[in-house]
């Protein structure tokens, strides 16, 4: 069974700086995908961004980069230049295989970002 | 743009009650989720389903609960008998076969009295 982590419940950062969420997973499968989604207070699950287990280059989109270590099972989220609009939940997620498969969430970090 | 949707937004319900929660997934995907958010708590798996059968399904995913693709559109779940616990936010989610990525719905509210 696949088990994702998050270790940091709430997380404060200023506006304008940079925050990093950690993640840490475990699993016995070779081929996987994980996601960090953001949760607003709407309680919508938006996707943020996806790192493919078997690409060594760590994932980028726009302000959002993950550093993925795949020897430790680690994937954590780096927002740079943190807006007030990144207040939300952030959930770390794995889904095993390559063909679309269930997802099992972290329990999640609550981001505040400070103006 | 294409996104999954879910209706209705919040249902309202009475212990022991039936209902059933609605998704329109997005129209070429073939792979169909359900999830839940107990409030506070974090996201969780409840079943799939694809080729028009159930692929997996979590220890949550019991006999209280079913799933149906009743009309190639819609992707049903149904929670016979609801009790307190039930109480959650459901998510719908639908994935494609080319890429590795699940779009999800805005979640239907269930509160059970």
């Known amino acids: 069974a696949q088990t994702v982590t998050q270790s940091q419940p709430e997380m404060s950062v200023q506006e304008a700086e940079t925050v990093t969420l950690s993640c840490t997973y475990d699993t016995s499968e070779n081929n996987y995908y994980l996601f960090w989604y953001k949760q607003p207070p709407s309680r919508q699950m938006i996707l943020v961004i996806r790192q493919e287990a078997y690409k060594q280059q760590n994932a980028t989109e726009n302000r959002f980069s993950v550093n993925f270590q795949k020897a430790a099972k680690s994937f954590s989220l780096k927002i740079s230049d943190s807006q007030l609009g990144d207040t939300a939940m952030y959930f770390c997620?794995?889904?095993?295989?390559?063909?679309?498969?269930?997802?099992?969430f972290g329990a999640g970090t609550r981001l505040t970002v400070k103006p | 743009e294409p996104e999954v949707t879910q209706t209705p937004s919040h249902q309202v319900t009475q212990m022991g009650q039936e209902v059933i929660l609605r998704c329109v997934p997005i129209?070429?995907?073939?792979?169909f989720y359900w999830y839940r958010q107990i409030l506070g708590q974090k996201v969780e798996f409840l079943v799939s389903f694809y080729n028009n059968e159930i692929s997996e399904k979590s220890e949550i995913f019991d006999d209280q609960f079913s799933v149906e693709r009743p009309d190639g559109s819609n992707f049903t779940l149904k929670i016979r008998s609801t009790k307190l616990e039930d109480s959650a936010m459901y998510f719908c989610?639908?994935?494609?076969?080319?890429?590795?990525?699940?779009?999800f719905g805005p979640g239907t509210r269930l509160t059970v009295l």
């Open positions: 989610a639908s994935g494609g076969e080319s890429y590795n990525e699940q779009f």
């Open positions: 129209s070429n995907h073939l792979y």
């Open positions: 997620a794995f889904m095993k295989g390559f063909n679309n498969n269930d997802m099992r």
